[in-house]
């Protein structure tokens, strides 16, 4: 009794330190309410290095790419919805629950490969960034990406929770300038249609490349970790709320709300990706314009093709997500490394009462800053990347279909029927995924 009388304590003390208050029934929300860790997460995957692998995707092979993304829609939906259940149910992150429950090498295998891809990809996403910048008003690309990089860092470490929330949600706003750039360009509707709706497939290696690049770059493991744990800080922020494990009354309404947050975020992610290809098959595509690399290559060849406002909106966009995306990378970096190894972590505690988790998202944006100052190419850095994101994804969904199915870690809660069947088809593709981003990558 005294046990369970000082576990009710603890749950009862937010990581602000100030005791909860009194449960009480939360009214009826609003979407816009609603949506919060599954709109960001949606949103931070349609970071510059995504642009990148969808716009090669539309430059390359036109129309006919463009069904991969609504064959990842549900694959991706789910898997991230199993995340989001996971830190709500449990009240603790991925990594913390693999650490408890799991051999300690797994973990810490995953962790490691998770850093050194976060890393490259902030790198990656910083250069794109600073690149669209050169490109719209010229300057120093170097000068660019140190601003960019301590931006960003200074922007986790030093706003507060829930006002850092509200500007990463406003953010996402930042993706609506592909949907400007479809308007503006002229885009036979019909053959798009036969492309989105009906799979077309080609032999040719790049072909599969590139469908491995997309499934690798739609589900991500930084994207699972992130949004567990911000199911965790928002838990802890709200007073009323407990994980379920503990609050099992609350079940229904908290995965009724993960549901349509996560459904909405992952088919905003789509169809801005969407967006991309569309716009990128259009006028790259059709023009010749088929080796594109990164994203600042897709706005520059799109000015002489499609206009110089198609080209200002594509670059422009690429800002805003990376100033989305790499908050996430260098969070969700942290938040593995941090409950690997049982730091207090939480983007809402303050920097000293958190100095580890907050060391982490500095070094690993200052590190990403890194790459721009040394002789690495950043295009095969991207590519290598994408490879260890595909590698460390099926270990880590492997581990989460299990956490999700254990009934002493998730309780009643646990994920069953057509959920749990297509979260498993989801780690299969992506292991047959990871396997091909192995052999594409042989000489």
Request: proline share 5%; charged share 10%.
């Amino acid at each position: 009794m005294a046990r369970a009388t000082a576990k009710a304590r603890k749950r009862n003390v937010p990581k602000s330190g100030k005791p909860r208050s009194p449960a009480v029934p939360p009214s009826k929300p609003g979407l816009l309410s609603v949506l919060g860790p599954g709109l960001i997460t949606g949103a931070s995957d349609d970071d510059p290095s995504g642009i990148a692998t969808y716009s090669q995707g539309g430059a390359q092979f036109g129309f006919a790419i463009t069904w991969t993304l609504l064959f990842t829609y549900p694959l991706m939906a789910v898997i991230q919805e199993i995340s989001a259940r996971i830190g709500r149910t449990t009240g603790k992150g991925i990594a913390a629950n693999i650490r408890e429950h799991y051999p300690n090498w797994i973990l810490q295998s995953v962790v490691v490969l998770l850093l050194a891809a976060n890393i490259i990809n902030i790198g990656a996403d910083l250069g794109a960034m600073a690149d669209a910048v050169t490109l719209l008003v010229g300057g120093p690309k170097i000068l660019y990406v140190v601003f960019f990089g301590g931006f960003c860092a200074l922007l986790e470490v030093f706003m507060t929770y829930t006002r850092h929330a509200s500007v990463l949600k406003w953010l996402t706003l930042a993706l609506l300038a592909y949907f400007g750039t479809v308007l503006v360009v002229k885009v036979p509707w019909a053959e798009a249609a036969r492309g989105f709706f009906i799979p077309t497939f080609a032999s040719t290696a790049a072909f599969w490349a590139t469908v491995v690049a997309i499934l690798g770059t739609t589900i991500s493991p930084y994207l699972f970790f992130w949004q567990a744990s911000q199911e965790v800080e928002d838990l802890d922020e709200a007073p009323e709320q407990e994980a379920l494990v503990d609050a099992p009354g609350q079940g229904k309404d908290a995965n009724a709300r993960i549901g349509i947050d996560t459904y909405v975020g992952m088919a905003f992610s789509n169809l801005v990706a969407l967006a991309i290809m569309v716009t990128t098959a259009a006028t790259l595509h059709v023009s010749g314009h088929t080796d594109i690399q990164t994203s600042s290559q897709a706005a520059e060849a799109l000015k002489p093709v499609a206009g110089a406002f198609a080209f200002a909106i594509f670059a422009l966009g690429i800002v805003g997500t990376g100033l989305l995306a790499v908050p996430v990378l260098a969070g969700s970096a942290a938040y593995a490394l941090g409950e690997s190894r049982k730091w207090p972590v939480g983007l809402a505690r303050k920097p000293l009462k958190a100095r580890a988790f907050y060391l982490t998202i500095v070094v690993a944006t200052l590190a990403g800053v890194g790459i721009s100052f040394s002789p690495i190419d950043p295009i095969k850095a991207l590519f290598w990347s994408a490879v260890i994101n595909g590698v460390v994804a099926v270990p880590v969904m492997v581990m989460m279909m299990l956490i999700t199915a254990n009934t002493e870690i998730m309780g009643q809660f646990t994920v069953k029927g057509l959920r749990y069947i297509i979260g498993w088809i989801a780690t299969a593709v992506m292991a047959a995924a990871a396997v091909g981003m192995v052999v594409t990558s042989l000489p």
